[in-house]
């Protein structure tokens, strides 16, 4: 994409905008406490001094290492097995397969007005300090601060739900180990999903600094893992004929129609793209960051949705029958598939280890972006107990304040597991709406900028003169996508 700097935007134009000023009473930002080789380059110190912004995190993470993050915070196709039951419920096979072809193509573009915006304005807050520069004056307040509770909220519970995810996997195994021995106990799955909390936290707290470390052998793990799943099913599953499984729609979950369950189930492949900002809410902790970061989100999407269709196609043609996979006694039906084809626990057990690895590596990730967009939002006095949770130690350059809270908050959002295993799937289905909102809002007020024509602040990622049109493609798509994620997968959901 071309550079863009436009003269007709000076910098106290955009400091003017903000939510919060950060100038002291000379004009003047307080002075960093990070080592000059920590600030990154000097785009990076631009950016900073005209967005009012004092470096207090370090700059250690570069192409490759915010590229595994934002890759593994997602893990598109690791998770796409997972929660595949929910589309399996409303179409079939065939909605996983065409709901991937569309959130692939539709998401491309949200991302591609994403990407711009990190550009322009490459920090922290991500959604909203992107409406409070862009929206009109008199909004700019109220719809900041209402997309940054949406944004807080939707990475807190995808959090909580990501860690579930893999207390309830993990579960699965000692189910498929000890059949006939081990009673399943909802508040097992709890107790997990705390332990993965926790084992997350230690790489966001004693063991940040090798944070960019672990995320580029994730990358590596996250890619290799794929085909370590992928072969062996094509080999050893019995597989199905491509008329039923890619065109055949055999049930509407009791929906009065078969058009809108599809428009209901295509919701659940599409949901595993939402959520790539993560790497935008890790912008001051990026080198060179108005340059990498929407190249790493670009990058970051088309090859994981090609994977996450790859596997897509994997597991469809792959899964046997519905019904018997949906009856499995370990309560995770893509772990009966592998058993299925492989007819080996120890097998089943490696493949699935692969999985729950990387489900992990993504809860790692969350707890960095969920920790991130909340001190961000602290900083800029959206939430209680502000200028505690904006603390950041010198010398630590990590907000652990925000961390032992989004660690809190995912604990007990675990606990609702033990009343109701479908209370908490509800509330962490809130993650992906609240995301969809923010895209909406912002690429909203991005469409309104264009089209009054009010000059842009510079670039080093633009779209030039097919902006608008791939905004208002992106809103399109995001609206419908938002207001069926509102629906139940079932006509009559379980209470």
């Known amino acids: ?171 699965g195994l000692i189910v498929l180990n000890n059949l006939d021995t081990y009673v399943y106990a909802s508040w097992h799955g709890t107790l997990l999903t705390i332990a993965v909390i926790l084992f997350a936290s230690l790489f966001n707290t004693v063991l940040a600094v090798r944070l960019p470390l672990i995320e580029g052998i994730m990358l590596v793990i996250h890619i290799a893992g794929l085909f370590a799943i992928i072969i062996p099913l094509w080999i050893m599953a019995p597989r199905g004929d491509a008329y039923t499984t890619l065109l055949t729609f055999p049930t509407t979950a009791g929906w009065m129609n078969q058009g809108l369950a599809a428009l209901i189930g295509m919701c659940n492949p599409i949901g595993i793209l939402v959520g790539y900002d993560c790497s935008v809410h890790m912008s001051e902790e990026v080198q060179d960051a108005g340059y990498v970061l929407p190249r790493a989100l670009m990058w970051t999407v088309v090859p994981n949705g090609i994977m996450a269709l790859l596997m897509g196609l994997t597991f469809i043609f792959c899964l046997g029958d519905i019904e018997t996979v949906l009856a499995t006694p370990t309560y995770e039906p893509f772990i009966q598939v592998f058993y299925n084809a492989t007819q080996s626990n120890a097998a089943t057990t490696i493949m699935t280890l692969i999985i729950a690895l990387m489900l992990t590596s993504a809860c790692i990730s969350e707890v960095a972006t969920a920790s991130r967009q909340l001190w961000s939002f602290a900083r800029d006095r959206g939430v209680p107990f502000s200028s505690w949770l904006a603390h950041v130690t010198p010398g630590s350059n990590i907000p652990i304040r925000a961390v032992y809270v989004s660690i809190i908050i995912s604990s007990l959002l675990s606990l609702i597991n033990i009343g109701s295993y479908v209370a908490l799937n509800a509330i962490s289905s809130l993650g992906v709406v609240s995301l969809l909102s923010s895209y909406t809002v912002t690429i909203s007020c991005m469409i309104w900028r264009r089209r009054r024509g009010a000059p842009l602040p510079p670039a080093r990622w633009f779209l030039g003169k097919y902006g608008l049109a791939i905004n208002i493609v992106s809103l399109l798509f995001v609206l419908p996508v938002w207001f069926f994620a509102f629906w139940p997968v079932g006509y009559q959901p379980t209470p």
């Open 1 to 171: 994409m071309a550079s863009r700097h436009d003269p007709k935007m000076a910098e106290e134009d955009i400091v003017e905008a903000h939510p919060v000023s950060h100038f002291d009473d000379d004009g003047k930002l307080p002075a960093s406490t990070v080592a000059d080789r920590w600030r990154g380059t000097a785009a990076d110190k631009r950016d900073m001094a005209v967005l009012g912004r004092t470096q207090v995190l370090r700059r250690n993470f570069k192409f490759t290492a915010i590229l595994g993050f934002s890759s593994t915070v997602l893990v598109a196709w690791e998770i796409l097995p997972v929660i595949s039951v929910y589309a399996l419920q409303d179409d079939g096979t065939a909605i996983i397969f065409w709901g991937l072809i569309a959130g692939i193509i539709g998401m491309s573009f949200v991302y591609a007005s994403l990407a711009e915006m990190a550009s322009m304005f490459p920090t922290a807050g991500g959604q909203y300090h992107w409406v409070s520069e862009l929206a009109a004056p008199t909004w700019q307040k109220p719809l900041s601060y209402f997309v940054g509770w949406l944004t807080a909220m939707g990475w807190q519970v995808y959090l909580a739900g990501i860690c579930f995810m893999v207390g309830s996997v993990l579960q």
